[in-house]
Each structure stands twice: as structure tokens, then as C-alpha cells.
């Protein structure tokens, strides 16, 4: 009798811990951007090495947030094992003159469908466009209206987005972390990295 409890009590235990193991999303993040996310060892390198995740980039130089949109469904119908997906993107929209509140729908759209599948959606404002883009290679009459535009869509994600972790931009973050007005020093890597693993704790 004693044998056969113990038996049955190792069985529930050894079905209970292949239960729990199932339950448990794999340590894995997928990054959606532009080039700001694109760098070898860039800021999302930095994040994942701090949190322990291994992590998929599908970030490219130039896109906007409908091309982020239309490769995320595309690859997670694919490949949706991942705990989290991380997305920064807005600064090709607000640079091409796309309308800002199709940007946000896009947004909460890819925030959507990650919370149906299961998985953490994380959006990362970056930088503050405001105080950070100064100068960049375009004219300035360009560069003030882009820049303006970048600041009320992060400001449109932070107040509007639904049922995700907004992180706002870094506090730190100057021009002087980036190259051009846009696209991060490794200062700025380093910084963002620091930023966006602090607000997930």
C-alpha cells in the first residue's frame, strides 16, 4: 500500500512540474524597429544581455511602422514563441509626413496582436525628440517640422496605447548620444539599454 502511494504521489508530482514547465514562456524577445534598433550590439543587444533573453531583431534602416506591422504578423504566424516583443519605431513616419494617428492604430494594432498570442508587448519611446533633435542632415524648416511631429506621436503612445508597457523616453538621453540628431552614439546605446531595463524591473 505504502508503495503504491508513493508511486502515485512521484507520478502527480512528475506530471505537476511538466505542467508548470509548459506554462512558462521561453526567455526569448523579438525586437520590431527602424534603424535605431538595427546596431550590432545595439541597445537591444545590451537589454537582452542584462535580462537574460535571447532575442530575434527584425528592425531595418528607413521603415515606418506599417512595414514593423506587416513583418511581425507575417514572422509570429511562423515563430510565436516569445515572452516579449519589443517595439520602437515613429520617426520614419514623422519624418515622411504619415498621418500620426494611422502610426498610432498601427501601433496598438501590433500591441493587439501580441496580447493574443500570449506575449508581452513593450513599447519603447527612445529619446525625447524634442530636446534631442536639433540638427540633422536635413534642412531645418524639415528638421523642426519632423521633429515636432516625432514629439506629439510620443506623446500620442504614451497618453493612448492600451494594454502594453509604454516606457517613456529616457530622461539622459542628449543630442550628444547620437550622431546626427537621430541615430545613437554608443552613449546613447548604453543609456536606452540602462532606461528600458530599469522600467521592466
Not at 523642426?144 to 500620442?156: C, F, G, I, T
Amino acid at each position: 500500500m505504502k508503495k503504491l502511494f508513493f508511486f502515485l504521489l512521484l507520478s502527480f508530482s512528475v506530471l505537476l512540474m511538466m505542467s508548470l514547465t509548459r506554462r512558462v514562456p521561453p526567455q526569448r524577445a523579438l525586437f520590431m524597429g527602424d534603424s535605431l534598433t538595427c546596431y550590432h550590439l545595439g541597445w537591444q543587444h545590451q537589454v537582452c544581455s542584462q535580462i537574460g533573453h535571447s532575442y530575434t531583431n527584425l528592425a531595418k534602416g528607413g521603415v515606418r511602422i506599417d512595414y514593423m506591422k506587416n513583418t511581425m504578423d507575417a514572422h509570429l504566424k511562423k515563430d510565436s514563441s516569445y515572452s516579449k516583443v519589443f517595439i520602437l519605431g515613429g520617426c520614419n513616419d514623422a519624418f515622411s509626413l504619415v498621418d500620426l494617428n494611422k502610426s498610432l492604430n498601427l501601433t496598438q494594432a501590433m500591441v493587439d496582436t501580441c496580447n493574443r498570442r500570449g506575449i508581452e508587448p513593450i513599447v519603447v519611446i527612445g529619446f525625447d525628440a524634442a530636446t534631442v533633435i536639433k540638427k540633422t542632415v536635413y534642412d531645418e524648416a524639415t528638421t523642426v517640422k519632423s521633429r515636432d511631429r516625432y514629439a506629439k506621436l510620443q506623446k500620442m503612445m504614451v497618453d493612448s496605447l492600451k494594454n502594453c508597457k509604454v516606457i517613456p523616453y529616457c530622461p539622459d538621453f542628449r543630442y550628444e548620444d547620437t550622431a546626427d540628431g537621430i541615430h545613437f552614439l554608443g552613449t546613447g546605446h548604453k543609456k536606452l539599454a540602462d532606461w528600458v531595463v530599469k522600467n521592466l524591473k
